[in-house]
């Protein structure tokens, strides 16, 4: 405990890090996966395609992926850029697959009913299927953002400084007490920000109810 | 691309395969650790999951525990516990990090296999008189073993990934290489590690997507692909 | 014979599915529970074979309480029919049929043989034995499920909805397959249903449940039809309108009856005594 008190400035400056790194992931997860996953959806073609390339990205372990990266795109090794590509990855991987299955789960009946009252595709797609679809995409916005904050902090085995950095340091003085604090930071910081994404669903959705 | 002829040129060469640790070893000590954790993992979540799914009792706390555990950053843990069993545990300590980290999604795999079933299928099963236990063990966990294999295959690819970063507490396994060659800045040695981890990781990965296809009862398929 | 004596079934969120029934069902016949949704029909079903316990009274076969019976040997003894089949979908429908037969210790052989039989006996073509039940057409499906049911020779039959969930082309050739069925077999039978012309037709006797499994009428279909208890039997049952609110109307060539909406629906005959 002792270590924590002296540490605070540390511990304040190394979480506001760690949501800076991971919170660009986690947005561009979002972003990039409502198209590809609307492809897996659509089409009988892509969906194979799709769920086998994401399937495979999500496979690599991540000390893997950052080695791989680097020759792949002309970027450095020990990089930022590096880091956020990789859990920018793995975030596109898992919400793919919500998101089509999130589309999926738009029953058939609704959406030939918007049909019939004359929406277009692209008004259909943003009015009424994505919306529905809503629920299960916040599911897997939520197990997104979980995964990519706890999975952030491997950024220090490439010389990213963040919550790992406590896992690392702690590890060379032998301080137990300076990875617990950031394990538990890690996990407090996450589930902060999935119950946030809880009660911003409820704001945004309000007729999905509690499940949700 | 140089680095990628490289890197595949470092897989070859006689320096890995005998060097103060030989790849073949590596890969040997890679799966090992794999195996036996995920096993371990298995035989206490799989008992558990099942008796979750079919009772119903425990639901929340499982539930919670495989939900809680994607927060649970698995480099963090394994080198508190390496820290916490001291140094010359370092065996011990990774391994009981890496079945902490697989019991979660396996948990999971078991519970919601049984729960999935449909419940006028259970409910038919008990009508026609079929005690507990024989419900459980003729028509829940057969018709649940798909998403069981699907839990063993999550905690699989999770086990695979840390047993990488465990890489950094000890010489072994395939992490090794790059937690050394980030030292060194050895790079080629770095994606060629990386490529063989891959390669494991989508051999196993592949594996366990055939056996979950194997596992779906024949009746089930059948209904599947249609009359 | 079954005797339900003042059951009650209250649910743990205090809902009251069961308020004080008794009934005396008779060996050999058929007795149709008719109600519409939450009159507590399937719940005093289940309760004939232990899938629901009564909160208070109790239930007697041949007078002995089966609270005392085993929950799975006395399902055992009793043939299920459910909705939608409730078939184990993993298995064949030969080893579906065979199901209570092996769980009861028959040897494999001996229980498939058996089953076979059995499919005979609902009219199943015995080369749908070795499929699954997802290959079978909604129909064919039901017809497994009376198999299962009757596989073990079980005195007492209870069907839940059996025929909810088919067409009604298919429903009524089940229906009169279970007629045909029952008077070779005189099982005593136990028949749910919302559908109030399937109880007329299959029911020796009928009983109408209001919600919480009142009573509001028991009797032959004759009886009910022609005497109803009251202004909600006969709403019920439509005789104010519809297709039993019948009248004559007198044509050159006899009388005809005519439903309330207008239509001819049969002739007037002489009765032959």
Same mark, same amino acid.
């Given at each position: 405990m002792t270590w924590v008190v002296d540490n605070l400035d540390l511990i304040g400056r190394l979480t506001v890090e760690h949501l800076r790194q991971s919170a660009l992931p986690i947005l561009l997860g979002l972003l990039l996966s409502i198209p590809l996953g609307w492809l897996a959806f659509r089409f009988r073609l892509t969906r194979g395609l799709m769920l086998t390339v994401v399937g495979l990205l999500y496979t690599i372990p991540s000390l893997a992926l950052f080695a791989l990266l680097p020759p792949l795109l002309?970027?450095?090794?020990?990089s930022e850029i590096n880091l956020v590509i990789a859990l920018t990855i793995y975030a596109v991987a898992i919400m793919t697959r919500f998101v089509a299955d999130a589309l999926a789960s738009v029953e058939p009946h609704v959406r030939q009913a918007a049909d019939a009252v004359g929406y277009g595709a692209w008004r259909r797609f943003w009015q009424v299927d994505l919306p529905l679809a809503g629920p299960v995409v916040l599911a897997g916005l939520r197990v997104t953002a979980v995964s990519t904050i706890s999975l952030c902090t491997v950024g220090i085995l490439i010389g990213i400084d963040n919550l790992g950095y406590l896992f690392t340091n702690g590890y060379q003085r032998q301080i137990v007490a300076e990875i617990l604090a950031g394990v538990v930071a890690v996990v407090v910081i996450a589930l902060v920000i999935d119950r946030l994404l809880v009660v911003l669903g409820r704001a945004l959705m309000p007729w999905a109810g509690k499940g949700a | 691309m140089d680095l990628f002829a490289e890197a595949i040129a470092w897989i070859f060469s006689t320096d890995t395969q005998s060097g103060s640790l030989p790849l073949s070893e590596a890969i040997a000590t890679h799966l090992a650790f794999t195996v036996v954790s995920v096993l371990i993992a298995a035989v206490i979540a799989v008992p558990a999951g099942w008796l979750v799914g079919h009772t119903g009792r425990g639901r929340e706390i499982a539930v919670g525990l495989s939900g809680a555990a994607r927060a649970v950053p698995s480099f963090g843990l394994v080198l508190l516990l390496v820290l916490v069993f001291g140094v010359t545990h370092k065996v011990g300590a990774s391994t009981t990090a890496f079945v902490l980290l697989a019991i979660p999604p396996i948990l999971a795999g078991a519970y919601s296999g049984v729960e999935a079933v449909e419940r006028r299928i259970v409910d038919g099963a008990r009508a026609v008189g079929m005690t507990s236990s024989q419900v459980l063990g003729k028509v829940e966990i057969p018709l649940g073993l798909p998403l069981l294999i699907g839990g063993l295959r999550s905690a699989t690819l999770q086990v695979v990934a840390t047993v990488t970063l465990a890489g950094y507490v000890g010489s072994? !396994?395939? !992490?090794f290489y790059i937690v050394q060659g980030i030292q060194i800045r050895d790079f080629a040695q770095i994606l060629g590690a990386a490529l063989v981890i891959v390669v494991l990781a989508v051999l196993l990965d592949l594996l366990f997507a055939l056996a979950e296809r194997a596992v779906v009862p024949r009746g089930v398929r059948a209904g599947r692909d249609g009359r | 014979m079954i005797e339900f004596r003042s059951v009650t079934k209250t649910y743990p969120d205090g809902t009251d599915a069961v308020a004080d029934f008794s009934l005396v069902v008779p060996a050999h016949t058929t007795t149709v529970l008719v109600g519409s949704s939450g009159s507590g029909k399937t719940t005093l079903l289940r309760m004939i074979n232990r899938m629901v316990e009564p909160t208070s009274g109790s239930i007697e076969i041949d007078g002995e309480p089966?609270?005392?019976?085993?929950p799975v040997r006395l399902r055992r003894s009793i043939g299920y029919v459910l909705q939608n089949g409730g078939l184990l979908p993993h298995h064949r429908v030969i080893d579906n049929v065979a199901t209570v037969l092996r769980l009861e210790g028959t040897p494999k052989q001996e229980a498939r043989e058996k089953a076979a039989e059995v499919l005979d006996v609902v009219g199943l073509d015995r080369s749908l034995a070795q499929r699954y039940p997802s290959q079978l057409s909604g129909g064919q499906q039901q017809r497994v499920g009376v198999a299962r049911a009757l596989a073990a020779d079980p005195n007492i039959l209870l069907m839940d909805e059996p025929f909810g969930a088919v067409d009604p082309i298919v429903r009524a050739e089940l229906q009169a397959e279970t007629l045909r069925l029952q008077q070779e077999l005189h099982k005593t039978v136990v028949f749910v249903t919302h559908d109030i012309d399937e109880a007329f037709l299959l029911g020796d006797q009928v009983v109408i449940l209001s919600t919480g499994a009142q009573v509001a009428q028991v009797g032959s279909p004759s009886e009910i039809i022609e005497n109803p208890a009251d202004d909600f039997v006969a709403s019920f049952i439509g005789t104010e309108r519809g297709a039993r609110a019948l009248r004559t109307k007198h044509t050159d060539h006899g009388t005809v009856l005519v439903d309330g909406a207008g239509r001819t629906q049969g002739r007037l005959v002489e009765s032959s005594s």
């Open positions: 002309g970027i450095s090794f020990l | 072994w !396994g395939l !992490g | 089966i609270a005392q019976r085993d």
